[in-house]
Each structure stands twice: as C-alpha cells, then as structure tokens.
C-alpha cells in the first residue's frame, strides 16, 4: 500500500506503509522505521525531482490516524527508548483513496503537540510564502489555521485520537517492512481513481 503526499497536483513524497485499521470511517497507517520511499529533491514552492530515500529519521516508525473526510491527519511519535514522545498534526486537505492506497495534499502549516501539551506551529514561513504566491486560498489559510485550533483543543481535553490509548500501541514484530509498488506512479485524480 502506498501513502502519497501531494502538492500543487504532484506527488512531493510517497511511502510504502502497512493498514492497521480501515473500517470505513477511520484509516490508521505504519510507516515503519527504514522504509525505503521517494521524495522530493527541490523546493515545494518552485520545482522538484523525486529521489530515492530510506526514511532513516523514523528510527520508532510513526503510526498515522486519519478520519476519513477530515482536513487533518495525526501523526504519533516515539523517542529511540520507545517512550511516546508527542502529536504531528499534519493540516491537509481530505485523504482520499487510489487504486493502490492513499493520496493527501498538504496544507503546509503542520503542528506538533508534545506529549506533555506544550506546542507549536510548523513550518510558518512555507505557509506564508504559499500564501503570498496564492497556493492556498484565503478560505484555506483560514480553515487550516482553524483546523489546526481545533486539534490543539482536542489535544488539550484529551479527546480522541489524543490520550486515546495509540500512545502505548506496537506494531506486530512479524509483519513485513512494506515495498512500493510500481502502480504508484499513475498520475494522483481528485477522486481517487
């Protein structure tokens, strides 16, 4: 199965990842540790090439949960000891499905949200900059900003998916490290087709 990340109608990154869940409402993804990928080489506001890469960085893996139609995905990560480390709220527009897994588009401005609550937005000057070259829209710029309010609340009261036992899960020690497959270069739709 492959996860990829669109920007500007391109893929900007794509992953081999295994489905924990997939009940129709909810999809909870493993990118485990060292999997081999492709990402962008270039700027994400300007131009790119697609290189290979191993996902050296994800030395845990990170498990992603995605409420199908939300514009949010949230990321958990763990530190080299295993213990749980915090929340990566990634601000996308909705993930949909392809033939050969899932595609979102990113919103840029992202948040991380430590497991003792302190936070912080990512990557406001990307956010800024995709603005001012009118990447995103006004309305977009305000719904991500409010999305992303939104997750820090849900954070802060403890709300599902945060403090909703994820923190403490493992993957399956015999499952395989997953490989992309070639389908994933068919160009990304709107619909998912």
Do not use: C
Request: no cysteine; proline share 7%; aromatic share 12%.
């Amino acid at each position: 199965m492959a996860l990829r990340q669109l920007f500007r109608g391109r893929v900007w990154s794509v992953t081999p990842a295994t489905v924990v869940v997939d009940d129709g409402s909810t999809v909870v993804l493993w990118l485990p540790p060292d999997v081999e990928g492709k990402a962008g080489d270039g700027d994400p506001l300007g131009e790119w090439t697609l290189r290979d890469i191993r996902w050296a960085e994800r030395r845990r893996g990170i498990l992603r949960l995605t409420q199908l139609g939300e514009r949010r995905s949230t990321l958990f990560f763990w530190d080299d000891d295993g213990a749980f480390q915090g929340w990566y709220v990634n601000l996308e527009r909705p993930m949909t499905r392809s033939p050969f897994g899932f595609d979102f588009e990113d919103r840029i401005l992202d948040l991380w949200i430590a497991a003792d609550l302190h936070w912080r937005w990512l990557d406001l000057d990307e956010f800024r900059r995709a603005r001012e070259l009118e990447f995103l829209s006004t309305v977009e710029v305000e719904e991500t900003v409010a999305d992303g309010e939104q997750a820090l609340a849900a954070a802060i009261a403890g709300e599902p998916p945060f403090r909703a036992g994820w923190e403490q899960w493992k993957p399956d020690p015999s499952w395989a490290v997953p490989k992309l497959d070639p389908s994933w270069l068919r160009p990304p739709t709107r619909d998912g087709a």
